[in-house]
């Protein structure tokens, strides 16, 4: 079954992860169908709509920064829209509060409870630890980790002006989706303007990228689930060993046709290189997060800030699993967030075949 709309328009995060308020511990949002891959919403976006929601609820208590935050994706969400419940596990006077979120799907009321129960589905489950970064306090001191050389922003530092007005400098260039009907199943990455490195990775197995908000709005700290969770169509690319990154991202042969025997090779068969083929090939592939964790180590301005550095690392990718580890930075350096992630690699079929129906709940 494919996705109900394939079509992508630029709609702002600020717009895409608002929410009302139901009541006390509950809260409504709509998942926005322009921050899908395939027929499922990006699970960072989907993240960044419950800490929003628990962001609300905790500011009550001058608590509205997520410090860590951990994600389970137990189903497949969809478009449209989603409850999310909130329950205290540790409300703290002062420093830390703790709670669990559930976004529920299917079957949702217009009035208390606002689910179904022998209908509704859990398909997201969080943990979250509060505070006010802006408040926080304590001992800090450098470590040895500052000082390396895995600490130094990629270089060189990009011209901005330049990646804005020409998609790319001497050293970076942006990543493009080429056209075809196949680039509508990825509408969540259009929301970013990824800039990668020219030529080889500056490291081989890392992936560093400068990134930036397509709509043109500023990034803040609600987004930042969904920046640790947003990555370039090549992404597998440049995680894999060096030997294997040539094959995956030179196009697959095809053939052409016969030459024409008058120039002395016998009329073979010639070979081309299919670049829309090689990537339909790379967009029929899903990587479906299974885990998340984030651990914010900054708050940005309230402003928020145009550019983050991003780099993404993967220790090994076997029978159809990996993990991801994500460093964000800001422009001058500054750890912003820290991830780790467990993904799939699956057909894309599987993102957009139908549901089942079911009448049992999802517990």
């Known amino acids: 079954m494919a996705p109900r709309n394939t079509e992508w328009t630029c709609v702002p995060l600020s717009d895409a992860i608002n929410f009302d308020r139901l009541d006390s511990h509950t809260y409504r949002v ?22 929003a929601a628990a962001s609300a ?11 860590t935050a951990h994600f389970e994706y137990p189903a497949r969400t969809s478009p449209g829209p989603a409850v999310i419940v909130i329950e205290d596990v540790k409300l703290g006077r002062s420093l830390l509060s703790t709670v669990h979120l559930t976004l529920w799907q299917g079957g949702l009321k217009p009035q208390a409870p606002w689910i179904t129960p022998s209908v509704s589905h859990r398909v997201v489950l969080a943990y979250a630890t509060y505070t006010n970064l802006r408040t926080f306090s304590g001992i800090s001191m450098p470590t040895g980790y500052e000082s390396s050389p895995a600490a130094a922003l990629p270089e060189p530092l990009p011209d901005f002006g330049a990646l804005k007005t020409s998609a790319g400098d001497n050293a970076w260039e942006e990543a493009k989706l080429l056209p075809g009907p196949a680039s509508g ?47 370039p169509i090549n992404l597998h690319a440049y995680l894999a060993a060096p030997e294997l990154r040539e094959l995956l991202l030179a196009p697959p042969s095809r053939k052409r046709g016969r030459r024409d025997a008058s120039d002395g090779r016998g009329g073979e068969e010639e070979e081309d290189r299919d670049g829309e083929g090689q990537v339909e090939a790379r967009q029929s592939l899903w990587f479906p997060t299974v885990v998340m964790n984030l651990e914010v180590k900054t708050a940005l301005p309230e402003d928020g800030v145009e550019w983050l550095a991003v780099r993404v690392t993967s220790k090994q990718i076997r029978d159809g699993r990996f993990d991801l580890e994500v460093q964000v930075r800001d422009a001058e350096g500054e750890m912003v967030v820290l991830s780790h992630q467990i993904a799939l690699i699956m057909s894309m079929e599987r993102n957009t075949a139908k549901r089942a129906s079911s009448t049992k709940a999802s517990l």
Do not use: K
Not at 30 to 51: F, H, R, T
Not at 57 to 67: G, N, S, T
């Open 30 to 51: 709509n998942l926005n169908e322009n921050y899908c891959i395939g027929a499922v919403p990006n699970g960072g976006y989907v993240g960044s709509c419950m800490l």
């Open 57 to 67: 609820y905790l500011c009550e208590r001058d608590q509205p920064d997520a410090l």
């Open 185 to 231: 199943l990825l509408n969540s990455l259009r929301n970013w303007h990824f800039y990668l490195p020219r030529g080889h990775p500056q490291t081989p197995g890392v992936l560093d990228m400068w990134v930036r908000a397509a709509s043109g709005e500023r990034i803040t700290q609600a987004a930042l689930p969904y920046v640790a969770d947003s990555f």
